[in-house]
RNA sequence: GGGCGCGUGGCCUAGUCAGGAUAUGGCACUUGCCUCCUAAGCAAGUGGUCAAGGGUUCGAAUCCCUUCGCGCCCGCCA
């Protein structure tokens, strides 16, 4: 399926070479290369061929270049080193890559609708203080691949698991019933101020007994739907919920909705899926706690139990994500969550739970290594954390200085609103443009950066194409691609035209820092081409093509910010 | 003890799934460029045993094995 112009010209080099092949007699896969600059833009390698023909690979490709006729979107093909170098039909690319960005807009680089539903979930901390650097990694990554996803083509739901039924709430909930707050809370924020009563719950837990039996009754009560606990814990949950949606509402998140835990506790499904894990042959059962046996799931450590009853018959957190999981399955095709590497054996033993109970879907995962800081974990306990509304507080007012040096003439309004979208932009960008593996030390000095590889420049680049459509007042649109000469304007045009695939690329394999990276290439090729090819300046239809690429670029560069969640400002 | 992940110039990082031509960018450092569409920019320079060793291959940062370092996990917690 063509997706892009640049895909097109592979399926028509797929076609010539196959056709080739058939010719020489032999078969083989055809695995195309980008070549390195200045030998054309597609390659294909003759060394596997070598063999089969006997002959020097050069010698095969000199061959196959001889044998393929430029037609359609290959302009010329010719050989080195080993290598079918293909040259694409420049002008029909840029003029169909070009047309198809000036047409679709805000909508270029999607994909096909895809008639398969998606069930993202990300976020799902517990509600029981504010979100901080560490965790807000999770809603990044999340946040960002819906977002691709929907320019994708797919039909996406985000939500946010929300436990109100562990231990931990109703610590908290008895902490807000029966407390008083003995310090000040650090925001005038509800996320600040239940965290302490938590914390202070915590502490009386340890040096009173009586406590620990007041909150293991509120547990049971709880477990057992007594109303006026049930009420306590959800409404506790909510109110730092709200609190903490304010601060992802703050770096551009919303979520479309919320599950909570205990609604399959309430609904009864909590208790179906024990019987019927009990009925299973992995289930056994120990001083009345039932397991699965999951050693032949290839589940390893010193533990291979998976316990999904206590002893009092009551369900445990893995039992109610099963639940969940099941739940999931029957309003969605595909389930992603987004979950830290900690994880991993979990969901692994849910994959084999599911499995068990007849389910044949499995839930995908992305997953994503923790951040630090230089002297350590993130510990809340420890006092060692960065909050995510104190980085956001940071960024902003840095950007507002850059801002105020860089443009005294905006008003203060204006300023401030470019500051934000500027300090948001690069605080997204900085976690989100890694891998998601890949552990992160957080630095001030990297997250504060507007330079090189961050947002700010991409919104740079962006600000600028706009500066010049502002100017430029009307031309024609009927532009021709002929006046396309420049080795800046030909590279631009070919990063241009890759957009579609990119974002189904990184859709397809759920990984959104690749787009990160793309914003870097496609930010810093329109500068270049911003610094050596005068557009304004320009005269009668080169002038016009300029600005079509210009355009071009200016939607190109927005929807690739919008998808990482970063506003594209007209000036800056 | 076992499992999973990561290791690319002083620092951060792309490429690893689908092995191919001189390994991608950024930060920092040195040096140029604003009478020219916004210098949050552009250009040039210094800096690499792709953790180490072995293997597969015509060819390995990429695949396989071993070792080392770092992270995460192995609860009738969530």
Redesign the pocket.
Known sequence: MKTDAFQEFTDEIRKAISEVLVDLKVEADI?L?R???G??DM?F?C??L??KLRKAPDAIAKDIAAKIKPLGMIEKVDS??G?V?FHVRFEKLADSTIKDALTKKDKYGSGEPKNTRVLLEHTSV?PTGPIHVGRARNPLIGDTLARILRLAGYTVTTEFYV?D????VVVMAWGVKHLELETKPERDKDDYRYVLFYQQANKLLEEKPEVVKEIDEMLYKLEHGDRETVTLAKETCETVLKALMESLHRINISLDGFTF?SRFVQDGSVDRVIEKLKTSEFARE????FHLELESFGI????T?W?FT???GTS???TRDLAYHMNKFTRTDVAINVLG??????MQELAAALSIMGVDKKPEIVYY??VSLPEG?MSTRKGRVVNLDDLVDETVEL?YE??NK??PDLSEERKRE?ARV?GIGALRYNIV???P?????FKWE?AL?????SA??VQ?AH??A???LA?AGTWNREFDAHHLTSDQEKRLTKLIAGFPSIIA?CAD?R?P??LA?YA?DLA?EF??F??Y?????AEGPARDARLALVEASRWTLRNTLDCLGVEAP???
């Open positions: 695995v290369d070549p390195p600059e030998k054309g390659a390698p060394f596997p070598s063999k080195s080193g290598y170098n517990n436990n039924v562990g231990r931990q835990e120990e001083d009345g706690a390893s450590g010193r533990e139990k316990v206590r002893s009092d445990l957190y893995t590497e900690d994880q991993k054996l979990g290594a923790f974990r950007a850059e801002v860089r443009r470019i500027v443009r890694i891998q593996e890949k552990q992160i030390v990297d950066n507007f330079e090189g590889s700010p420049f740079y600000a600028r706009c500066s010049i100017k690329d394999h990984r820092h690749v990276t870097q810093a500068n270049q911003y610094r090819i005068p557009v304004l300046k007209e000036e800056m």
